[in-house]
């Protein structure tokens, strides 16, 4: 019993179509239903099936190289010369060609003396070598243990490729002995309302006549589609305010252009401060207006009333007035301070900085930080560790430990390392508690805890990444094959 | 940061304790210590708030407190000695204010040259503003003649300077000698230069740029002069540093008296500032409980004259070469690391608050909701872009549309010169990108752009593929502004970057918020984009 299509599919693979591939593009079908056709004819003992899989293969990066600049056994080789004693080969990267030259039987050591053993003719595997880098890529024409040398060095890579081919079982005429009903795909909206069903039995009665449903080889891969989805790294950010939510702080944001006066001044930072060269701080030409300054004049020059000695000199209110693209969100922070001088105050902020860097792998002139403060009555730099290994156990961190550290506008400062497996202690931000240079010119009593980290850093760590432009200038197939399940 | 460079044989011999323990306690002192130690030393670096860190010497002192084989304040003799240093009118406009002073008795090493060059340099960067605010000079006294004088001079004037063999004039070092082309714009501008002479007229310095070749140190100088000179009082605590780091090293310091119109001083004053602090103020900031004979203790292991006196009152002498001491709470750190921050209970506040997201936050959340469902992708791209790819690719060059963006100053690559006023060109940069991967592509970004300075939230999105129409990308801008509840009105667009007849504008309360189309051909072509693109651009608030 054929359908119409198989009945073409048949045709076709008479007429010497040997591909589901050509097949379809000849009749006009999905590969896929080729494939189910040619698979009952299979089955009704009109045609032959032969599966085949092919295994292919390729150079990784490593491989690359030593097709290229020739195996570290047989460069090895080829600088010992006659003979060279052990002593001039600690280098540890020595280490794993020595092995290698000494498995292979080409050199032996001799009196604490590697000299080699013959003349070391080409092994197989620097033929595959040769032939993947000229191009060739099948397992038929390769040497197999050659082969599976390379792949346990990782050297080469291989992928499996299946391929159908179809013959006809009859050379006599088509459809002689063929009997065809009629059959039926896809199911319409008026088979399912007047049609009848049978139970189990592949029929359906419909405008009294009778269908055979088609069973498709459920086996079969179909075209490749992909989700909409948030951004990997927005999800690492999203973890991240989630985790300060949930810890209680409110969530603030501010302008990009910001003026020196809150980007610098009203921190703290000396006006002659390196961190304010043109070098490291995008200043655009204009100037913004900004509050009124006198007790932040009168904190630098002089230390104001809080026992300070202030940084001396003449604080002056044009460089205050100096627009940059924010350098970090430390600003935004004590403006929202400034406005909310009263206890308790919690808050956070992730958004994006900027620094005047150069672009490569671990560099990007603008990045994402975090931060976040607490002020109240009689909170403590202990509070403040304390809040710390909350935050980092929640970010998955379990061990943290704190080293003095420095940040112009805190006092005391510290630097949290983190432990990550295989990496060791990694710093990772930086916190400390607002001066009180800092906070008293706001009218701010209470002391203000504060931390902050490159939220950039973290997604390297947790997504893997080499490179930092990939958060940014994105790889689509990146986007698309990880997974929203990923562990951050 | 500065980078010191510690022996460990010196820093043995100079603390009196073992490469192990000295090693295992450096970085809870307060320093970054490099993963990769030498066999014979180690570079550190340390905080720019230390300036009496960078040399081995003023490490070995703090050290020898840290680990309390020394504690307390070193107490530092000046001998008053006969040397005098006149300063002229003629110098007061160009660089005002100099310290001196003479260290005998010396016996340098190479590795104490090292350490004292490296400190001078240290100094220059950390202190110094790059020689504007302090410069150091360094002499070997014996080859000239006391007194000195310290004054403006005609920049005419010639003496070999050092590392060269030949006179030249003062103005021609600016230009030929290598100091003279790193720092010489210190002095643009000034009629005179500063220039430091002895009694027979031969030159010692020209501050800040070079010494006289006359007075260089080698390893067969005994006695040194010194001077600071600048234009901030930070000048007396980089010679501080410096003589003290000396003195450490077994010389003996001697006074220079310094004569001015203002007033005589003896140089160098190594007197300690002095302080009292409360220990309950320390530990109300801390978090530890400390009474006033452990503050002091605390403090005397970080090199503070510190003692108790009565209640909790403590009265404290900070050592002359301390730069970072401007307030209390500078003390109470210093406690604090003494105390040691691996000893400090980190405990949670009792600070009850509630947290709330922020509703631009919220905003953009439900936004990638809606597009996610849609079949898109987010991408994050820069903020940063350049005018080329912003404006002229787009074919949006009209110079009101320009004026509006954030230029920056000094933009480090032509990449990135202006900060974005809309998000399309960024998705645009990124499907050029990514062209090699399987269509359709579907991408959107909503993030911040700036226009007239003001941080403004956008959403674009941009599809692309052989069948992208106009009326797939009005089914989305329908879906969008459905979910978003906002109903602007629709009309034909005159944006260059939109085909004509094929892109719309949203207009909401007489304002454009957006636009939709199918993009101009000769836009996709300028971003080597070869298929059909329609995308859309949506203002949907501001900070």
Known sequence: MLSENDLKVLKAISEGDSDPQSIAKKLDMKVEAVRAS???????????????????????????????????????????????????????????????????????????????????????????????????????????????????????????????????????????????????????????????????????????????????????????????????????????????????????????????????????????????????????????????????????????????????????????????????????????????????????????????????????????????IVMDENVTFCHLLGILKEFYAKMGFEEVRFRPGYFPYTEPSVEPEVFIDGLGWVELGGAGVFRKEVTAPFGIEHPVLAWGLGVSRVAMLKLGLKDLRLLYQSDIEWLRRTPVSIKL | MPVVRLYYEDMERLIGASRETIMSRLAMMGADIGKRAEKDHVDVEFFPDRPDLYSAEGVARAMQGFLGIKTGLVEYAVEKGPVVLQVEESVKSVRPLIGCAIVRGLEFTSEAIESLMGLQEDLHWGLGRNRRKVAIGVHDISRVTPPFRYFGEDPGRKFVPLDFTEEMTMQEMLHKHPKGKDYGHILEGCERYPLIVDSLDQVLSFPPIINGDLTSVTEDTRDLFIDVTGTDPMVYKALNIVVTSLAERGGRVESVLVKRSEGDFLSPNLEPSLWEVHADE??????????????????????????????????????????????????????????????????????????????????????????????????????????????????????????????????????????????????????????????????????????????????????????????????????????????????????????????????????????????????????????????????????
């Not at chain 1, 150079?59 to 190289?65: A, I, P």
């Not at chain 1, 006659?82 to 030259?101: E, F, H, R, T």
């Not at chain 1, 921190?267 to 509050?291: G, V």
Request: net charge negative; with cysteine; charged share 25%.
């Open chain 2, 282 to 543: 320390a530990n109300k900031l801390i978090g530890f409980n400390l009474t006033g004979t452990e503050l002091a203790e605390c403090l005397q292991r970080m090199r503070f004259g510190a003692q108790a006196i009565g209640g909790d009152l403590v009265r404290v002498s900070a050592p002359a070469y301390r730069a970072d001491i401007m307030h209390s709470w500078d003390i109470f750190e210093d406690a604090a690391k003494a105390f040691g921050y691996e000893k400090l209970k980190a405990e949670l506040p009792r600070t009850v608050t509630v947290g709330r997201a922020h509703p631009a936050e919220v905003r953009k959340a439900e936004i990638r909701e809606v597009m996610s469902g849609l079949g898109y992708l987010e991408t994050m791209p820069f903020t940063l872009t350049n005018e080329k790819v912003h404006f002229e690719w787009m074919r949006r060059s009209a110079d009101e549309a320009v004026a509006r963006a954030t230029h920056v100053l000094h933009p480090i690559s032509e990449l990135h010169t202006i900060l974005r006023t809309s998000l399309l060109s960024c998705l645009l940069e990124i499907l050029a990108l990514n062209q090699h991967h399987p269509l359709p592509q579907r991408i959107f970004a909503v993030g911040d752009v700036v226009v007239d300075k003001k941080t403004r939230m956008h959403l674009a999105t941009a599809s692309i593929h052989s069948g992208a129409s106009f009326s797939e990308i009005r089914s989305v801008i329908d879906a969008v502004l459905g979910e978003l509840d906002i109903s602007p009105e629709i009309i034909p667009s005159q944006d260059g970057a939109l085909m004509p007849g094929r892109g719309a504008d949203l207009v909401l309360d007489g304002r454009r918020i957006g636009c939709f189309g199918e993009l101009h051909p000769l836009v996709l072509r300028a971003f080597g984009l070869e298929q059909p693109i329609v995308a859309l651009e949506l203002k949907w608030g501001e900070l």
């Open chain 1, 38 to 372: 040619a698979d009952l004819l299979n089955e009704q003992g009109h045609v032959q099936v032969i599966k085949s899989v092919e295994e292919i293969f390729a150079l990784t990066e490593e491989g690359k190289k030593y097709a290229q600049e020739g195996l570290p056994e047989r460069n090895l080789l080829l600088a010992i010369g006659p003979g060279k004693p052990m002593a001039d080969l600690k280098d540890p990267s020595v280490k794993i060609s020595l092995g290698w030259l000494r498995k292979k039987g080409w050199a032996a050591i001799e009196a604490g003396v590697l000299k080699p053993t013959g003349d070391a003719p080409q092994g197989k595997d620097e033929e595959i070598l040769e032939s993947l880098l000229a191009g060739l890529k099948s397992s038929t024409v390769l040497d197999n243990n050659g082969l599976a040398a390379l792949k346990s060095r990782g050297l080469i890579t291989s992928s499996k490729t299946k391929s159908w081919n179809y013959k006809t079982t009859q050379t006599i005429g088509v459809a002689s002995n063929i009997d065809i009903v009629n059959e039926v795909g896809p199911i319409t909206s008026d088979m399912i309302k007047s049609g009848h069903w049978e139970d189990d039995a592949p029929y359906l009665t419909y405008k009294k006549e009778k269908f055979h449903i088609r069973r498709y080889d459920v086996t079969l891969a179909a075209d490749k589609i992909y989700p909409g989805k948030k951004h990997p790294y927005q999800r690492l950010i999203d973890n991240m305010r989630e985790i300060m939510l949930e810890m209680g702080f409110v969530e603030i944001k501010g302008q990009i252009v910001q003026s020196s006066f809150w980007n610098f001044d009203a921190l703290f930072q000396p006006q002659d401060h390196p961190a304010r060269e043109m070098q490291d701080t995008f200043y655009l030409d204009s100037q913004a207006e900004i509050p009124d300054f006198a007790k932040v004049k009168q904190m630098h020059e002089c230390g104001g009333s809080v026992g300070s000695t202030g940084w001396g000199g003449c604080w002056r209110p044009e460089v205050a007035r100096q627009e940059v693209l924010r350098t970090h969100t430390t600003g935004v922070t004590i403006k929202y301070l400034a406005d909310h001088p009263r206890p308790p105050v919690k808050a956070f902020g992730i958004d994006r900085v900027y620094r005047r860097e150069a672009i490569d792998t671990t560099h990007t002139p603008e990045f994402e930080q975090l931060e976040g």
